[in-house]
């Protein structure tokens, strides 16, 4: 089989996802977690701490469907799933390794899939990586403990 256009495709869409996660993040560390961690910490548990991490984990799955959306234009660009929806399906399917739906990419396009699955395990693993930073910042290590 050949697969250089696999490769073609996969490794710039891997890179941009990448990029735009990154700068994603980014954007939510300087624009929400830096506003309750910088003039004053959280000490403990609070409504602060509990809405923060809900508005980075929302920011996070947009972040997440978005990347998705991207790949899923790809495989409709390239013809590999012939309507939007199975596209979208697929897409977030490969992205989280889930994989449960029964759609399938053209045999041609079987590596594109795959290359999106491991595109997932690096943003899943930046998205971990940021949250537990995040994390880190709004809740103290021994519930009594100032920092």
Do not use: C, Q
């Not at 469907?65 to 596209?87: C, I, P, T, V």
Request: glycine share 8%; net charge neutral.
């Amino acid at each position: 089989m050949n697969w250089e256009m696999d490769w073609i495709w996969g490794l710039p869409l891997i890179i941009l996802t990448v990029v735009i996660h990154a700068y994603g993040l980014a954007l939510v560390n300087k624009k929400v977690a830096s506003r309750f961690t910088s003039a004053r910490r959280i000490h403990s548990l609070s409504l602060g701490s509990i809405t923060l991490m809900g508005a980075t984990a929302l920011w996070t799955i947009l972040l997440h469907a978005f990347e998705g959306g991207l790949w899923a234009a790809a495989y409709r660009l390239l013809g590999a799933l012939h309507d939007n929806k199975s596209a979208v399906l697929y897409s977030l399917g490969a992205l989280t390794t889930y994989g449960h739906a029964p759609i399938n990419l053209e045999s041609r396009w079987e590596l594109l899939g795959v290359l999106e699955a491991l595109d997932g395990l690096i943003l899943f693993g930046l998205t971990t990586a940021f949250l537990f930073t995040v994390m880190e910042k709004a809740w103290p290590s021994n519930p009594g403990e100032s920092r």
